[in-house]
C-alpha cells in the first residue's frame, strides 16, 4: 500500500566548509544554498533519498497549514524582492494567500512551480539559537535530520 504524500519543511542548519561533492549537488538540487533557508517539498522517494544524503546539514518534517501561511506572509518573496500578496495569489489562480497555502499543503501545486516565485523561504537564525548541537541528530538530541511535527515549532523560532 503506497503511503501518502505529505508536504515537508526542509531547513538547511548547517554551512559549507568541508562539504564533499555529492553533498554540494545534493543541497544545489533542493536548491539550499545557505544557511537557514528553508524549501517547501513533499515525500516521494525522490525527494527523501536526497535528504537522507544529506541528512546531517538539514532538518525536516511535515509542516502545517497554518504555517505555510505564516511562510508565506512572512518569507514568501517574488522576483525583484517583493512581498507576496493576495493580488499574486489572484494571478495564479486562488483567491487568497489562505487558498494558496492549503492548496500547496494538499499538494495541488508544487510551491517552486508557482510563477514569478522565489523558490526559497530566507528565514532569521531561530531566536535564542537552536535547542541542541548542530552536529548531532535530532534524535540524539540535536537539531538535524527529520524531527516530524517539531519543525513548526522551529519555522516560529526562524520567523
Known amino acids: 500500500m503506497a503511503e501518502k504524500r505529505k508536504c515537508l519543511a526542509v531547513i ?3 554551512g559549507a ?3 564533499s561533492p555529492d553533498a554540494e549537488k545534493t543541497l544545489e538540487g533542493l536548491r ?3 544557511n537557514c533557508h528553508i524549501i517547501l517539498t513533499d515525500n516521494r522517494p525522490s525527494f527523501l533519498g536526497m535528504l537522507k ?3 546531517n546539514l538539514v ?3 511535515e509542516i502545517t497549514k497554518e504555517h505555510i501561511l505564516l511562510l508565506l506572509r512572512d518569507r514568501g518573496r517574488l522576483v525583484g524582492n517583493r512581498k507576496l500578496s ?3 495569489a489572484q494571478k495564479t ?3 487568497t494567500l489562505e487558498e494558496l497555502a492549503e492548496a500547496l499543503f494538499k499538494l495541488e501545486v508544487e510551491f517552486h512551480r508557482l510563477p514569478e516565485i522565489k523558490p ?3 528565514a532569521h537564525p531561530p531566536k535564542k539559537g537552536y535547542k541542541g548541537k548542530i552536529k548531532k541528530s535530532y534524535a540524539a538530541g540535536g537539531v538535524t535530520g527529520y524531527r516530524g511535527e517539531a519543525i513548526n515549532k522551529l519555522i516560529e523560532n526562524m520567523i
Open 59 to 61: 532538518t525536516w518534517g
Open 17 to 19: 566548509s568541508n562539504l
Open 120 to 122: 526559497v523561504f530566507r
Open 32 to 34: 539550499l544554498n545557505r
Open 86 to 88: 493576495d493580488a499574486y
Open 12 to 14: 538547511r542548519v548547517r
Open 93 to 95: 489562480g486562488y483567491q
Open 53 to 55: 544524503k544529506v541528512r
